[in-house]
């Protein structure tokens, strides 16, 4: 999930909430999870991201998450190992399928 | 939500976090979810699971953030201690109530050291089959028994609440 909400982040600075609807968006729902509060949290107290406040469109103001440069090395190093990782599962799941079918 | 919000600034208090953090934790909270409720989406969707217990969230949420990280612990301590004592105690009411029912003319005197000399008259006069050991010590027993096998049943019921509930945590 750390991964997942640095990604939203790379995109750009973002709050709370608008950091939930874009993980929506892209097929991520949190209903039945945790809430990403306490991981916008360690991301925090880890120095992985940066905070500001500012005026939301039309709202209060609001806690904005963006990446720092630890952030981002930790992003980049993270999609490659997911990456590699997918890679090896996908290759592992072929050669078992491909000895299960005739 | 105003009701979750607050018992999450109580249990940050609490936890002793800094006023300045948990307002801004709270400010964030109530406009997160004033906002989610404006579009018509749950506060569960916000939230996930921590919608259904404030204070386990609001004590994750501080300790990520590293504001009670010496303070946590102590909070789960007294937890586990109630149901282990209350175990250990209907331990004991089963093992006295079963000493009680299978010897139910024990006494006291049994155990007396022979060397006491000193020997206590009562003051009246005392009928045998009234104050018999066996008469109350085997209803005590059996009462024992079942006090201790309840307290068995809580300490239970209470350890797997109480899992439960960490399980769900956020």
Redesign the interface.
Known sequence: MDLCLLAVMDAGPT???EM?KRL?DRGL???????????L??L??DGLVNTHRAA?NG??P??YYSLSARGRRAFDEGVDEWRATRDAVDAALAASQGEVDP | MNDFVHECEEEWRRLGVPTAAAN??A???R??????AAEGV?P???????VFDPRS?AA???????LVAAQAPQRRLPRLLVPIGVAAAGVLAVLVGLALVIHPHASLAAVRSPRARIQVRPPFEVSPHVLSPGSINLPLGVVLIGLGLAGLVVALVLSKHWQLVRTR??
């Not at chain 1, 729902?29 to 991981?39: D, F, M, Q, R």
């Not at chain 2, 569960?44 to 921590?50: A, I, K, P």
């Not at chain 2, 994750?60 to 590293?66: E, L, S, V, Y």
């Open positions: 709050y709370g909430y939930t929506s729902s949190i209903v039945g999870e945790g809430s990403i509060y306490p991981l949290g360690r925090e107290r939301s709202g209060p609001r806690k | 801004e934790m400010a964030d909270l406009a997160d979810l004033a906002e989610a749950s569960e969707h916000v939230l996930g699971n921590g969230f994750d949420w501080a300790t990520a953030r590293g945590g956020v």
